[in-house]
């Protein structure tokens, strides 16, 4: 064994640098990277879509079910949904719908014989 140390570290360096000067943050050192940028495939919403969206929103529908019936994804519905900023459309058919239901109720005689849930 000897009393002598030898540093291990070279006194000079002797790697090429690169051209150009990108740090790569997973390995430390300095490294030319290129990034493949993939464009998305993307399906446009026709406005009947959109308007079948809102009816089947309107109807309780979930996003599943929205989904399944427009041949997309559930989170496709979501997004249309939110970007074409649909929840007031959604809303107002509703309220429109429970109303004309309502007032169908008070305006028939409407008994549990005639719709079939009591038997007698």
């Known amino acids: 064994m000897s009393l002598i140390w030898k540093p291990k ?3 000079e ?4 640098k690169p051209k150009t000067k990108k740090y790569n943050f997973g390995s430390g050192h300095i490294t030319d990277i290129k990034v493949k940028i993939v464009p998305r495939e993307q ?4 406005e009947s ?3 079948f969206l809102i009816d089947l929103r309107v109807l309780k529908c979930s996003y599943e079910e ?8 559930a989170n496709a519905c979501t997004g249309a949904v939110q970007t074409n ?3 007031e459309a959604i809303r ?6 429970m109303e004309e239901a309502i007032n169908d109720f008070k305006r028939e005689d ?10 007698g």
Do not use: V
Request: proline share 10%.
């Open 66 to 73: 929205c989904g399944q019936h427009l041949n997309r994804t």
């Open 9 to 11: 570290i070279p006194s």
């Open 43 to 46: 399906m446009p919403w026709p």
């Open 85 to 87: 900023n649909l929840y």
């Open 13 to 16: 360096f002797t790697r090429p």
């Open 110 to 119: 409407i008994t549990a014989e005639k719709t079939g849930l009591r038997q």
């Open 49 to 51: 879509d959109l308007l």
């Open 92 to 97: 107002k058919k509703r309220k429109i719908l």
